[in-house]
């Protein structure tokens, strides 16, 4: 089947404005994490959604950064006011369930340049 | 804070030569996880250990889990260029959902 999708592949965008990422999860993967890449780095982690739990948003950098998941399945990451320092890529993974057991599948990622 | 140490954070060698990576933490995982990402697309898993002590094998790859579960290490014999990538450890604390990833060893193998 489909793999997780994410748009825009790359979004550049003016200092102050907002933007908006999507991720659609592999069907039926009940869990999906937002990590963050800067160039050359490994992944930071953002937010993370399990079912109907409430998310673990402690990776958020900062109140600026939100997401939402609509019906258990698509992802929005909004950032607003964005800052030179949120370029980066953008990294949505979905999985079967929580835990250290279950394999991560990532989409290709957003690559967003703050100028 | 657990963090995951790897190193080299860079490696380039010759088609055929054999290498090691390390990924090191002063916590105790559950499990680790090898990942590998190639350019303009997201991380790829490669194997998950669990056991301390654990040895895995993966074609040309052997992942090993250290025995007190804080650090696992990945060898690759016979590098081809087709290796070539990010390799990333991450690792889940007991009972924990949120993975923790190292900075990465970025492997260029050259023909």
């Known amino acids: 089947g489909a793999g997780v999708s994410q748009s825009p592949s790359n979004k550049v965008t003016e200092k102050g404005k907002d933007v908006e990422l999507r991720c659609d999860p592999i069907s039926g993967h009940t869990a999906l994490y937002w990590y963050r890449q800067s160039l050359g780095q490994g992944l930071e982690f953002l937010i993370y959604f399990q079912g109907n739990s409430a998310p673990d948003k402690s990776g958020l950098p900062s109140d600026r950064f939100s997401a939402e998941r609509t019906g258990g399945s698509v992802s929005t990451l909004t950032i607003q006011r964005t800052q030179q320092e949120d370029s980066a890529v953008y990294l949505c993974?979905?999985?079967?369930?929580?835990?250290?057991?279950?394999?991560?599948?990532f989409g290709p990622g957003t690559r967003l340049t703050v100028l | 804070t657990q963090l995951l140490e790897q190193s080299p954070q860079f490696l380039s060698i010759q088609e055929g030569e054999n290498l090691t990576v390390y990924c090191n933490s002063s916590?105790?995982?559950?499990?680790l996880q090898w990942y590998r990402q190639e350019p303009g697309e997201g991380p790829v898993l490669l194997v998950t250990v669990v056991t301390g002590g654990e040895v895995k094998k993966l074609k040309r790859l052997t992942f090993q889990f250290g025995d007190a579960r804080k650090d696992s290490s990945l060898h690759i014999t016979a590098a081809q260029p087709g290796d070539t990538g990010l390799y990333l450890c991450?690792?889940?604390?007991?009972?924990?959902?949120?993975?923790?990833f190292g900075a990465g060893t970025r492997l260029f193998v050259k023909a």
């Open positions: 991450a690792g889940a604390a007991t009972g924990g959902f949120k993975t923790i």
């Open positions: 916590s105790v995982f559950s499990s």
């Open positions: 993974a979905s999985s079967l369930g929580t835990g250290s057991l279950f394999e991560q599948f």
